[in-house]
């Protein structure tokens, strides 16, 4: 197994735990003090675009040595002369031509088109508690920045004040919370999208979404993930909670209701429970069958009324990323997110993590495969996004030219869920009296955020563009975490736009599959990105020969 370095001295970083390809520790923690890159950049923004010290340093690159097939192993190519898709209004002089100038907005979909200012989306945060402890920074986050961020599966099921009558919702608060935080700031760039597995289909929530909220939010069906290949999974501690969820039609393990469990929990034996949602399409055994049946869903979901429709699949092997991109393709949805092995998660088995499914590059490079060949057949390829153990500015670019022209975005689960730690974090140290409703873990600041100031607009490089958007007066209103988001999302877009002008491409609809080239032969052959040296010769050995 390929080992990342736990700090990096040109940055002034350092994993608290083992780092993974994306630099995020394996197991992120709320209470966490930094300072990783993705936490760093959470303060500091487009600052930690550059080496530290300036004026005291020289800064060299270690990452020459290319091993293995992963993200790691693509580099982004670079030109000397050109530019490509200028925005309105500029020339393609040196003046005009600077990055600050790239356009980085995105959109996706069919009829209607969801425009994004970042080409940015967030993983499904569902039920797990550390998703409703700090939805309000991170949805307030995505709508003031304009990505999109989604519902995930179960909200309503675990929510103990929703009602459901006759086996469908009547009241779902915890639901209603979620849609209409985001909805507070959205201002046309960005979605709420709304995800379904099983339980949250028999449970009525598209039809309760679509009533209440009409064409406000996006729902997406759920094939599956890139952390598990069984359905999402919670812990409780309380055993009453158990009997709930249990009643409420889940997989408990162990069960709550059996007397010998009861008393194993009585006695400490037992201390928490595992809530499980079901497997989807058990009793279909064929691509034909499945076909039918999504069909059928899609069919109905737009006779009720949604517009738009997404679909979230997992590092499921190749007939289902074919059914998955084709099925998507000829019921006209308006995002398919592929999400390979290493994502993340709130809660899932960790050698079931450790050992299922296929790993984020080479699904995303047979996703590019199977997209051509629908292209190739006069198909319009339904718009994707990318997933899976993605976090920093260089992701974003190496996924979006790797599935070029049919990646609009790059879904980042853990990486946007960061900046709502710490800032909440942040909000209780600064305000005690607020630390129980943000859920603050600190009592203090920690000398890695006390270093850059002791107030929200010393320590947030983001304070003022974002008081700049709301006005002083609502500033008061916005949680720090989504300061914290806003500050994180202007490093990945400065850095966006330092890669494309340096790719001489300023927008992102330009980019493309030759904007990257594989580091090793083993990548080349498993991408179909040409090798470093192979990508431009002939025009080489042209200028050579002129």
């Known amino acids: 197994m390929i080992q990342w370095p736990k700090s990096n001295d040109a940055l002034g970083t350092v994993n608290r735990g083992n780092p993974a390809e994306s630099g995020l520790c394996t197991l992120c923690r709320v209470d966490c003090m930094g300072k990783c890159e993705t936490w760093l950049s959470s303060l500091r923004g487009r600052k930690m675009l550059y080496p530290r010290d300036y004026s005291f340093v020289t800064a060299g690159s270690s990452n020459t040595c290319h091993l293995g097939v992963s993200y790691n192993s693509l580099r982004i190519n670079g030109y000397n002369y050109g530019a490509n898709a200028l925005p309105k209004g500029l020339s393609n ?31 499904a945060l569902g039920s797990t508690f550390v998703a409703a402890k700090y939805w309000e920074s991170l949805a307030v986050g995505a709508a003031l920045v304009g990505f999109p961020i989604v519902v995930g599966e179960n909200v309503v099921g675990i929510d103990q004040k929703a009602e459901i009558k006759n086996g469908k919702i009547i009241k779902a608060p915890e639901l209603d919370r979620r849609i209409e935080t985001f909805l507070r700031y959205y201002d046309g760039y960005g979605a709420i999208i709304v995800q379904m597995n099983v339980e949250d289909t028999r449970n009525g929530v598209a039809e309760y979404v679509i009533e209440k909220y009409s064409d406000k939010a996006i729902i997406e069906l759920k094939w599956g993930q890139g952390a598990k290949d069984i359905g999402g999974e919670i812990q409780v501690t309380n055993l009453e909670y158990a009997i709930f969820l249990k009643k409420r039609g889940y997989v408990v393990d162990p069960d709550p209701t059996l007397p010998e469990v009861q008393e194993a929990f009585k006695h400490k034996a037992i201390r928490s429970f595992a809530r499980h949602s079901r497997l989807g399409y058990t009793s ?11 069909m059928k869903a899609v069919k109905y979901l737009r006779k009720i009324g949604y517009q738009r429709i997404s679909l979230k699949t997992g590092s499921y092997g190749m007939e289902a990323l074919a059914m998955a991109i084709k099925f998507s393709t000829d019921a006209k949805l308006d995002l398919l997110t592929i999400d390979g092995s290493g994502g993340g998660t709130g809660m899932s088995p960790w050698n079931m993590m450790e050992t299922w499914g296929v790993p984020s590059l080479l699904l995303h490079a047979k996703a590019w495969e199977y997209a051509q060949i629908l ?8 718009d994707m996004a990318f997933a899976g153990g993605l976090a920093r500015e260089d992701h974003i670019f190496k996924a979006i030219a790797l599935g070029a022209p049919f990646v609009k975005l790059v879904c980042m689960g853990r990486a946007t869920m960061i900046p709502g730690f710490l800032g909440s974090n942040i909000e209780g140290a600064l305000n005690p009296e607020a630390k129980e409703k943000v859920h603050g873990n600190w009592d203090k600041l920690p000398s890695s955020v006390a270093e850059f100031g002791a107030t929200a607009d010393e320590i947030f490089a983001g304070y003022y563009d974002v008081q700049k958007k709301v006005g002083k007066d609502e500033m008061k209103n916005i949680p720090f975490g989504a300061v914290a988001v806003w500050t994180l999302c202007d490093k990945l877009a400065a850095g966006m736009q330092q890669l494309m002008a340096g790719a001489r491409k300023f927008s992102v609809k ?7 080239f594989a580091a090793n032969r083993e990548t080349e052959a498993e991408t179909g990105i040409p090798f470093i040296t192979d990508r431009d010769d002939s025009e080489a050995k042209k200028v050579l020969k002129s």
């Open 284 to 294: 279909l055994s064929s691509a034909d069958e499945v076909r039918e049946n999504f």
């Open 510 to 516: 330009a980019i493309s599959r030759n904007d990257i």
């Open 375 to 382: 292209a190739k057949k006069g198909n319009k390829v339904v």
């Open 93 to 123: 002089s040196e003046d005009d031509c600077i990055f600050p100038n790239v356009n980085i907005e995105t959109e996706f979909g069919q009829a209607i088109k969801t425009k994004a200012r970042i080409p940015v989306m967030t993983g």
